[in-house]
């Protein structure tokens, strides 16, 4: 069955500093791989998405995320991180076939000043 | 700029009504969906339409049913609310594999 895991559930960092959320998927084919930010009080919203192609990806905020295939992995990464980057985020995986989302448990981000 | 917009941000039942929540998008997608959030688990869907009148079960659609009567409404029904209903509702819709997000209601039943 498909699946997403994010092995961190709450992760702190200072403002300045890099950061790196980890996402593992399973899914038998080749999978469509979506991050997403929730800020507080408000909906999802899309920071990027793989489908093939490159497996680094840019995405909006400074985001970037990259594929791994051999490792199963579509981790999200920021060079220098700001106190507006405190959020939950989430990896999804897209079943392919009915466009839904299976989605990882979140990762909540909190920055220190 | 695109909207879907669900018609609570908090609700306050009790434990037995009908519950209904509401999503409308104004941006003529063909699919909708809603998802419950609670804390550990993520977002999980519970029913989706990919047009009018159409309806899928998701992960979860114990205890809930859906209704799409025109293409920009999605309702979510309790049938007859409890208390492990309490959670946030995030209602969706898009276009291919752009989607967009309601800003959710949190529902408390008691």
């Known amino acids: 069955a498909q699946s997403v895991t994010q092995p961190d559930i709450h992760i702190t960092v200072s403002e300045g500093a890099s950061l790196e959320l980890r996402c593992n998927y399973s899914y038998g084919a080749t999978p469509y791989l979506f991050w997403y930010v929730q800020s507080p009080g408000q909906g999802l919203q899309l920071l990027l998405k793989?489908?093939?192609?490159?497996?680094l990806v840019q995405g909006i905020k400074g985001f970037e995320a990259e594929f791994k295939r051999s490792q199963s992995s579509f981790n999200l990464r920021k060079p220098s991180v700001h106190w507006s980057d405190a959020a939950e985020y989430f990896c999804?995986?897209?079943?392919?076939?009915?466009?839904?989302?299976?989605f990882g448990q979140g990762t909540r981000l909190t920055i220190n000043p | 700029d695109v909207k879907v917009t669900q018609s609570s941000r908090y609700l306050v039942k009790r434990t037995g009504e009908k519950v209904f929540l509401e999503c409308v998008q104004d941006?003529?997608?063909?699919?909708m969906f809603w998802y419950r959030q609670d804390p550990g688990l993520g977002l999980r869907l519970i029913y989706f339409?990919?047009?009018?009148?159409?309806?899928e079960k998701g992960d979860i659609p114990e205890g809930y049913s859906v209704s799409r009567e025109k293409k920009e409404r999605f309702s979510l029904i309790l049938e007859s609310a409890s208390t492990n209903q309490t959670s946030m509702y995030l209602c969706?819709?898009?276009?291919?594999?752009?989607?967009?997000f309601g800003d959710g209601t949190r529902l408390s039943i008691l």
């Open positions: 941006m003529d997608h063909e699919n």
């Open positions: 999804a995986v897209g079943i392919q076939g009915a466009q839904k989302l299976v």
């Open positions: 969706a819709s898009s276009f291919g594999w752009t989607g967009h």
């Open positions: 793989y489908f093939s192609g490159d497996t």
């Open positions: 339409s990919y047009d009018v009148k159409m309806k």
